[in-house]
């Protein structure tokens, strides 16, 4: 599995932006994912992940409500919808694959230490 992120870049506070998560490789049937962020000097945090069989998400408080995990297995495609943005949300976005799970899994995790392959990462600007 590869993992290639894109679609970060500079936005106002309350601004929207949509995280792009382009998969190749074994099919996303395979292995769950998702989305993490890394701030300067803090640990790396898990904000969002989707189940390889796709029927369970799950979310940070911090962004919950805010923020929408949407895979897209005929395009090999993970998103990552963000609106209602702040200064709190800045930081490099990675996503991840955890290929542990299974074929079409509901188990899912926003722990990255489960997480064994990893975008580049995309960085997300919040600010006026």
């Known amino acids: 599995v590869r993992l290639v992120e894109s679609g970060g870049g500079l936005v106002q506070p309350g601004g929207s932006l949509r995280l792009s998560c382009k998969t190749s490789?074994?099919?996303?049937?395979?292995?769950?994912i998702g989305w993490f962020r890394q701030a300067p000097g803090k640990e790396r945090e898990g904000v969002s992940c989707i189940s390889s069989s796709g029927k369970i998400t799950k979310y940070a408080e911090s962004v919950k409500g805010r923020f929408t995990i949407v895979a897209s297995k005929a395009e090999k495609m993970v998103y990552l919808e963000m609106n209602s943005l702040t200064s709190e949300d800045t930081a490099l976005y990675y996503c991840a694959a955890d290929r542990s799970t299974g074929y079409m899994s509901d188990y899912v995790s926003t722990n990255p230490d489960e997480y064994g392959v990893w975008g580049q990462g995309t960085q997300v600007t919040v600010s006026s």
């Open positions: 490789g074994d099919p996303m049937d395979y292995f769950a």
